[in-house]
Antibody
Framework: EVQLVESGGGVVQPGGSLRLSCAAS????????MDWVRQTPGKGLEWVGR??????????EYAASVRDRFIIYRDDSRNSLHLQMRGLKSEDMAVYYC?????????WGQGTLVTVSS | EIVLTQSPGTLSLSPGERATLSCRAS???????LAWYQQKPGQAPRLLIY???NRATGTPDRFSGSGSETDFTLTIARLEPEDFAVYYC??????????FGQGTKLEIK
């Protein structure tokens, strides 16, 4: 069974940094694309970025709203995905989800909440 | 960027009725990479449909997806009480950013 467990959320001041992690199990992590998606409380979903697999040279893709501030990286040896966030703004406050894509099928973690507040 | 526009914003129906949800893309969605999700309060989104019309494991057969190019539809044949939730469409490959629609809230009439 696919399991994705996000961690690292919390309260951070505007301009601060935070690193989110996603621990994966139940599938061959290195084979698959991984996404971060966020959801502002009470609002819709926003795709944040993607880490492609080794077969696609670990290419990363980002939403324009986070490019140059967020970095996605993965550790295939530890079945983990990370999101390093810098220069956090109030509009980055959201629940952040880790998503795995397996043959066109997405599985989601339960999310971790990031609060940006002074 | 492909912009996905869902309609209606809110749909009020009764159990047993048929629901039709629309997702319109600003440009053609590559290679049928269009998915539908269901989200209930306090839960993560759950994949219902992928590649326009393929039901994910565990999706009841009352849910069906259809469409092509820029117009897509999620149909729920006969609403059950547990179907009342928010539904999102997403295009998910080939052409980033992999945007979501703004959602349709399906509520009990």
């Amino acid at each position: 069974e696919v399991q994705l467990v996000e961690s690292g959320g919390g309260v951070v001041q505007p301009g601060g940094s935070l690193r989110l992690s996603c621990a994966a199990s139940g599938f061959i992590f290195s084979d698959h694309f991984m996404d971060w998606v966020r959801q502002t409380p009470g609002k819709g979903l926003e795709w944040v970025g993607r880490s492609k697999n080794r077969g696609h040279n670990y290419i990363t893709e980002y939403a324009a709203s986070v490019r140059d501030r967020f970095i996605i990286y993965r550790d295939d040896s530890r079945n983990s995905l990370h999101l390093q966030m810098r220069g956090l703004k109030s509009e980055d406050m959201a629940v952040y989800y880790c998503v795995v894509w397996q043959a066109g099928v997405a599985s989601w973690g339960q999310g971790t909440l990031v609060t940006v507040s002074s | 960027e492909i912009v996905l526009t869902q309609s209606p914003g809110t749909l009020s129906l009764s159990p047993g009725e048929r629901a039709t949800l629309s997702c319109r893309a600003s440009q053609s969605v590559p290679s049928k990479y269009l998915a539908w999700y269901q989200q209930k309060p306090g839960q993560a989104p759950r994949l219902l449909i992928y590649s326009v019309s393929n039901r994910a494991t565990g999706t009841p057969d009352r849910f069906s997806g259809s469409g092509s190019e820029t117009d897509f539809t999620l149909t729920i044949a006969r609403l059950e009480p547990e179907d009342f939730a928010v539904y999102y469409c997403q295009h998910y490959d080939s052409s980033p950013p992999y945007t979501f629609g703004q959602g349709t809230k399906l509520e009990i009439k």
